[in-house]
């Protein structure tokens, strides 16, 4: 049966895969990719932690240390100890909020912005480079896996 379907070029039926090995697959690879593009930055010294705190800062503005703990799902102190390296480094500046002079915000300085800037400038390259490689029918299929992604984050 296999030199048959060896002769006619075709391929013996593959089992398909479970529904937890797809899942460990597709895990794998998106971390792989994240990995991998979480090393393009302008500033090697940062910490993929610090990175994010100070890219949450320059694109929603002030923001608290408490929020920002949020939204980084780590706890308050140690999100002070990332904060407290991104002040030391000239990066964010802390300043009393107008409303309430007992509230810290935490805005991005400009050289802040700057590194937000040139390192969403390196992994757009870095990724476009790749995508530049790809078929017409490979980037639209990776379109529509991007809604399907961002759904699978938003749930």
């Not at 503005?61 to 102190?77: F, N, Q």
């Not at 909020?97 to 390196?122: C, M």
Request: hydrophobic share 35%; aromatic share 4%.
């Amino acid at each position: 049966m296999t030199d048959i379907l060896a002769s006619t070029g075709a391929h013996p039926r593959t089992r398909r895969p479970s529904l937890a090995e797809q899942s460990t697959e597709f895990r794998l690879a998106v971390m792989r990719l994240a990995r991998r593009i979480r090393q393009e930055r302008a500033d090697a010294e940062l910490s993929a932690t610090q990175y994010a705190a100070l890219a949450w800062t320059a694109s929603e503005g002030p923001l608290t240390p408490g929020r920002l703990a949020e939204l980084e799902r780590v706890t308050p102190p140690s999100m002070n100890r990332t904060v407290n390296c991104l002040v030391e480094s000239g990066l964010l500046v802390r300043e009393s909020s107008p409303d309430d002079g007992r509230k810290v915000l935490l805005h991005a300085t400009e050289a802040g912005h700057e590194i937000v800037r040139e390192t969403r400038r390196r992994r757009d390259a870095w990724l476009a480079k790749r995508f530049a490689t790809l078929s017409p029918d490979e980037r639209d299929t990776l379109g529509a896996a991007t809604d399907i992604l961002r759904r699978l984050t938003d749930q």
